[in-house]
T-cell receptor, first 106, second 111 residues
Framework: GQNIDQPTEMTATEGAIVQINCTYQ??????LFWYQQHAGEAPTFLSY????GLEEKGRFSSFLSRSKGYSYLLLKELQMKDSASYLC???????FGPGTRLSVLP | EPEVTQTPSHQVTQMGQEVILRCVPI?????FYWYRQILGQKVEFLVS????????KSEIFDDQFSVERPDGSNFTLKIRSTKLEDSAMYFC?????????FGPGTRLTVL
């Protein structure tokens, strides 16, 4: 079967750095996605990793280790607007994790 | 900026009725998807569509569901006989390669 785990909630302070972890088990591999979802809105694409290592895109970076079944999303210079749910999703049958609700405090 | 659109934004139906949810993907995209999200729960994949046929589907996508691309722009999801548990937000998405662009969703309420 396929399973994705993420922390349910995280809290951080404006201007800080936060790392959201994701672990997965799957029978195959077709990349790992990260999405941002504000309450009541559709998910928006943040990143896609298919090879091991770190992919940097502005304030957001995503890391993948296929051998460990592990990924993280790193958010730097946090802003209030970053308060949202962050969804890890596996490219094998597009299985989504439960999401991590991030609250950024002033 | 091109975007995925979905209609209607809200749909209320009686149990057992058929509903059709409509989506207009971004015009040069080749891959289309339907997802659903029950209130307070995770996003669930339903089906992906490429080259005028289903490429993948989940266990949720049973015989009650079907998808169509009736013309060059629309992509529809039909639920033949709705159940109470079909109440959810339904998102359409499209992609050129990997980056999926989601539509705003249709909130389906089955009474």
């Amino acid at each position: 079967g396929q399973n994705i785990d993420q922390p349910t909630e995280m809290t951080a302070t404006e201007g800080a750095i936060v790392q959201i972890n994701c672990t997965y088990q799957t029978s195959g591999f077709n990349g790992l996605f990260w999405y941002q979802q504000h309450a009541g809105e559709a998910p928006t694409f943040l990143s896609y990793n298919v090879l091991d290592g770190l992919e940097e895109k502005g304030r957001f970076s995503s890391f993948l280790s296929r051998s460990k079944g592990y990924s993280y999303l790193l958010l730097k210079e946090l802003q209030m607007k970053d308060s949202a749910s962050y969804l890890c999703a596996h490219g094998q049958n597009f299985v989504f994790g439960p999401g991590t609700r991030l609250s950024v405090l002033p | 900026e091109p975007e995925v659109t979905q209609t209607p934004s809200h749909q209320v139906t009686q149990m057992g009725q058929e509903v059709i949810l409509r989506c207009v993907p971004i015009s040069n995209h080749l891959y289309f998807y339907w997802y659903r999200q029950i209130l307070g729960q995770k996003v669930e994949f339903l089906v992906s569509f490429y080259n005028n046929e289903i490429s993948e589907k989940s266990e949720i996508f049973d015989d009650q569901f079907s998808v169509e691309r009736p013309d060059g722009s629309n992509f529809t999801l039909k639920i033949r006989s709705t159940k109470l548990e079909d109440s959810a937000m339904y998102f359409c998405a499209s992609s050129e390669i990997q980056e999926q662009f989601f539509g705003p969703g249709t909130r389906l309420t089955v009474l």
